[in-house]
T-cell receptor, first 112, second 109 residues
C-alpha cells in the first residue's frame, strides 16, 4: 500500500497566523482526503482534493479558512489560515488504496 | 444521511477476557473498515470488509460484517495489554468515509 509522508508532525502556532501541512505519497493517487480530529473525537472530513481541480469542501469548511493545493498526483497541502485556539486538532491526510484508506502520520497543531 | 453508531464508547477490561465492539450503520454501503489508533498516533488499518458474511481475523482480533442487519462487530479474544487503543469503524459512502465515534479500549494487566 501507499506510504504517506506528512509534515510537520506537530507545531505550536500563534493565533492569527497560518500553517501549511504537506503530504507526499510514494505513488500516484487520484484523490487525497484531508481530515481533522479534535481532541478525543472521531475524524471529520475537511475536503477531497483531486489533481487539476479545486478541492471539494464538506459542510462547515470553507476554502478561505482551509485552502488546499494539489499540484500533482503525489502531493497535496492543506493550509490552516488565521488560526484560533479552536483550530487545535490533529490534521490527517489520506488516500484510498485497494486494501483500505491509508493515513499520514498526522500533524498535531496547537494554537496559543 | 449515513450515520455510524459505535458502542460501547469506552471499555475497560481485564487481560484474558473476551469482548465485542459493535458498529451499526444506517444505509447500504460497499465497504466497512476497522482502524486502530494509539494515543497521539495516526490510524492503522485493521480490516476491510467488502461483502455480507465477511469474516476476517488477525491475531486476537476478528471482524465480521452483516450487511442485512447493517452491523459489523470487532471481537477481541483473550485480550492482552498491547491491544489497548481506540478502535474506529468507518463506512464508505461514495468515496467518503463516515466514522463511528470510536471505542476507547483499556486492557488492565
Amino acid at each position: 500500500s501507499a506510504v504517506i509522508s506528512q509534515k510537520p508532525s506537530r507545531d505550536i502556532c500563534q493565533r492569527g497566523t497560518s500553517l501549511t501541512i504537506q503530504c507526499q505519497v510514494d505513488s500516484q493517487v487520484t484523490m487525497m482526503f484531508w481530515y481533522r480530529q479534535q481532541p478525543g473525537q472521531s475524524l471529520t472530513l475537511i475536503a477531497t482534493a483531486n489533481q487539476g481541480s479545486e478541492a471539494t469542501y464538506e459542510s462547515g469548511f470553507v476554502i478561505d479558512k482551509f485552502p488546499i493545493s494539489r499540484p500533482n498526483l503525489t502531493f497535496s497541502t492543506l493550509t490552516v489560515s488565521n488560526m484560533s485556539p479552536e483550530d487545535s486538532s490533529i490534521y490527517l491526510c489520506s488516500v484510498d488504496q485497494p486494501g483500505g484508506y491509508t493515513f499520514g502520520s498526522g500533524t498535531r497543531l496547537t494554537v496559543v | 444521511e449515513l450515520k455510524v453508531e459505535q458502542n460501547p464508547l469506552f471499555l475497560s477490561m481485564q487481560e484474558g477476557k473476551n469482548y465485542t465492539i459493535y458498529c451499526n450503520y444506517s444505509t447500504t454501503s460497499d465497504r466497512l473498515y476497522w482502524y486502530r489508533q494509539d494515543p497521539g498516533k495516526s490510524l492503522e488499518s485493521l480490516f476491510v470488509l467488502l461483502s455480507n458474511g465477511a469474516v476476517k481475523q488477525e491475531g486476537r482480533l476478528m471482524a465480521s460484517l452483516d450487511t442485512k442487519a447493517r452491523l459489523s462487530t470487532l471481537h477481541i479474544t483473550a485480550a492482552v495489554h498491547d491491544l489497548s487503543a481506540t478502535y474506529f469503524c468507518a463506512v464508505d459512502s461514495n468515496y467518503q468515509l463516515i466514522w463511528g465515534a470510536g471505542t476507547k479500549l483499556i486492557i488492565k494487566p
